[in-house]
């Protein structure tokens, strides 16, 4: 079923469980079977949630067939953001994992991301917090991720992907496209910045990673240059996202093997839609 939909194993359990949304056959010991059924309706939820809906609603919705407003869409992940928010400003640890856990085990990544962690890292940047309750939350999601990439990557998956910064410093960004990555099922390794371009070439030959994603905030310059030649020299296909860095190499014509984008996230759905497209050509 997870390699059919996408949707990971503990979130199946959590949609059956608790909130009914499957109603798998059981074997004699016990293991669950999906029908065909049900794999389309796991494809329905999907997409309801994709389009903003809490899954607490997603039964009623698929079983009359009816249609929501955006303003019950928009009511829903603002509560949550609102919660994290106020957890975020009182130091609540707690409260901020389990919210992250919930909703991880709830939702998939995508949606996650797209409406609730990016609106709130957003807010995060406008809000009147203190610089210390930001790099807190940041913080806590940063060992969050790497706590769910360590568990993911033990699971046996084909395709490497080498994340980092090409800038100064670390960026959040770079851990929710990891985030991402290891939910679509890929075997993810992050370097927060890379401190030495010479560094590159024995990165490369350990990991050998499949692609290169990386999230550059404020454009390039010559250390960016020299990694992506590093880079490129072991036709490794090279993924850029940050606004500065897609206009700046729109001015220009870009390299063979590099996509450039302005949103992180586009960056990784167009990874995995590049392993798509080689999975349809290899069975040809």
């Known amino acids: 079923m997870s390699l059919q939909t996408g949707v990971n ?7 059956e469980r608790r909130y009914g949304l499957l109603k798998p056959i059981r074997t004699e010991k016990g293991h669950r079977l999906y029908s065909d059924t049900d794999v389309q309706r796991v494809k329905a939820i999907v997409s309801w949630i994709n389009k903003g809906i809490a899954v607490s609603k997603v039964r009623a919705l698929l079983d009359q067939e009816s249609v929501t407003n955006d303003a019950n869409i ?5 509560d949550q953001q609102a919660q994290l928010l106020t957890a975020i400003e009182l130091y609540q640890e707690d409260k901020i994992d389990s919210l992250i856990q919930q909703n991880l085990s709830q939702y998939p990544i ?3 991301i797209h409406y609730w962690l990016a ?6 940047q406008n809000a009147q917090l203190k610089q210390e309750q930001k ?4 913080s806590l999601l940063r060992q969050r991720i790497t706590i769910r990439l360590m568990s993911q990557n033990k699971k046996k998956s084909k395709r490497r992907v080498l994340l980092t910064s090409l800038g100064e410093e670390s960026s959040i960004w770079v851990w929710l496209q990891a985030a991402w990555c290891s939910d679509e099922g890929f075997y993810v390794v992050v370097i927060d910045t890379l401190e030495s371009v010479e560094e590159s070439p024995a990165l490369i030959e350990n990991i050998r990673p499949d692609f290169f994603i990386s999230h550059v905030d404020k454009g390039f310059g010559l250390k960016q240059e020299m990694v992506m030649q590093k880079f490129q020299a072991f036709s490794i296909p090279i ?3 940050g606004a500065t860095t897609w206009l700046e190499e729109n001015r220009r014509e870009a390299p063979s093997g590099l996509a450039v984008f302005s949103d992180p996230f ?5 990874v995995c839609e590049s392993v798509s497209e080689n999975q349809k050509l290899s069975k040809l």
């Not at 928009?74 to 603002?78: G, V």
């Not at 586009?266 to 167009?270: E, G, L, P, Y």
């Open 9 to 15: 194993s503990v979130t199946l359990r959590a949609w």
């Open 74 to 78: 928009s009511n829903e992940w603002s």
């Open 110 to 112: 995508e949606a996650v």
């Open 119 to 124: 609106p709130v890292l957003s807010e995060l």
């Open 135 to 138: 790099s807190y939350f940041i």
């Open 239 to 241: 993924v850029l996202s």
């Open 266 to 270: 586009d960056a990784v759905r167009h």
